[in-house]
């Protein structure tokens, strides 16, 4: 069925940028779009539903492409800790940190952390989003990491949401394999991706490069028993020193190395040759208090593209709005308002493969767009988190959020 949406100003963010149309009008066939420009240029035709957008800004629904949003548990406590002087190794030593969420996540059911997850899933899709990437990691064991995935697909299929699933078996060790890092690789790469993906549960592989995780050739070994199995890689890398794990990626066609504070110069040349999109956290780099800013210079003058996410996550970045992120990259990173907007849109589609379909507003792509009653695309970025008035379209239909 065909859709006129009209009195409307659009952002298109094709091309990765704003790309303005003024007076504009969208038309809808099904979940697709159908044609798109200005208001005085619309196919005649017999709209069997006409919606007026009351002059609102229309930008593509908001891709989170980088997630955590299933765990158990929450780090609140610890946080509160650190705040009263408990260092971060002692809270450690206690058995907190990633650790603590590990048990959470396996003493969890999977009704609770369909129930837990569902609600920060919530907060983020009140915020304009349509897309989101929703990671595993915090099971570390063949049905931990199962269920977790089992929840992200639950998810895209209960709310109006399509999620794409992250297998991030290596984010860090499991006590079982204490001291024996190489044999939980081995164990990942011919036991728990062969079967999780059997299942159709993974629609890309990460890992997390880092000198307290995993190294980079042992990233390689995961990394080669993805592509085995046909799928793309992803890797956290940079985050907290260099180790060269973006190159590393770029050499494995990654869609995205993800943080990338201390990544370097030959990093983004490497990256902006293989296409794989550069995924900032400004919601960790906030909540961490890092202080190296990822090379943005760099970044920019090679044309890597840049994408924006929220890393939700309970221990470093417990962050439930995407806008919220778009106004950090620019307080925090110096990105500009149509850079921040481009990277939570077309370039995190590519961050996840989907660019083809999403991302952005153009002929024959799906309709998931929002409208937005603010007075410029720039307010998207400007206001610190809230809700902004907005109706969301996904798959060319209204939803309730
Ligand atoms: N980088 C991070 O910031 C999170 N994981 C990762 O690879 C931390 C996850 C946690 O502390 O629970
Ligand atoms: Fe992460």
Not at 281 to 300: K, N, S, V
Request: hydrophobic share 45%.
């Amino acid at each position: 069925m065909k859709t006129l949406w009209q009195h409307c100003h659009v952002a298109s963010m094709a091309q990765g940028t704003y790309s303005i149309i003024e007076d504009a009008a969208i038309v809808t066939s099904g979940a697709h779009i159908e044609w798109i420009g200005p208001r005085s240029q619309v196919p005649s035709d017999d709209y069997p539903e006409v919606h007026d957008l009351a002059g609102a800004w229309v930008t593509p629904g908001l891709i989170d492409c980088h997630t955590h949003t299933v765990f158990g548990g929450n780090r609140s406590g610890e946080f509160e800790q650190r705040l009263q002087g408990v260092s971060y190794a002692e809270i450690a030593a206690a058995g907190g940190g990633i650790a603590s969420t590990v048990r959470a996540t396996r003493a969890a059911t999977e009704d609770e952390l369909f129930a837990s997850a569902a609600k920060r899933l919530k907060s983020l899709l009140r915020d304009g989003v349509t897309s989101i990437e929703i990671k595993s990691g915090y099971g570390l064991d063949l049905a931990s990491e199962r269920k977790m995935l089992r929840v992200a697909r639950r998810l895209g299929e209960a709310f109006a949401v399509s999620v794409r699933t992250t297998c991030l078996a290596a984010h860090a060790l499991p006590p079982e394999y204490a001291d024996r890092s190489d044999d939980y690789i081995e164990h990942i790469c011919s036991e728990m991706l062969p079967a999780l993906a059997a299942e159709g549960l993974v629609d890309a592989v990460d890992a997390f490069c880092e000198y307290l995780a995993f190294s980079p050739a042992q990233v390689e070994r995961v990394f080669i028993a993805a592509q085995k199995l046909g799928l793309p890689v992803k890797l956290h890398a940079e985050q907290l020193s260099s180790l060269h794990g973006s190159s590393l990626a770029a050499r494995y066609q990654a869609l995205s190395a993800d943080h990338l504070e201390f990544m370097t110069e030959d990093d983004a040349i490497a990256m902006a040759a293989a296409g794989t999109v550069a995924v900032l956290l400004p919601g960790a780099f906030y909540f961490l208090r890092e202080t190296q800013l990822p090379p943005m210079d760099a970044l920019r003058k090679h044309g890597v593209r840049i994408a924006i996410a929220s890393d939700l996550n309970p221990g470093t970045s417990p962050a439930l709005s995407v806008r919220l992120m778009l106004n950090m990259a620019c307080t925090c990173l110096r990105m500009t308002p149509e850079e921040a907007l481009a990277g939570a849109t077309i370039h995190a589609a590519s961050a996840l493969g989907m660019a083809d379909t999403h991302g952005s507003l153009e002929v024959g792509k799906v309709a998931d767009f929002v409208a937005w009653q603010i007075d410029r695309p720039a307010d998207l970025a400007y206001w610190l988190g809230g809700e902004l008035e907005k109706r969301v379209v996904r798959h060319g239909v209204e939803v309730e959020i």
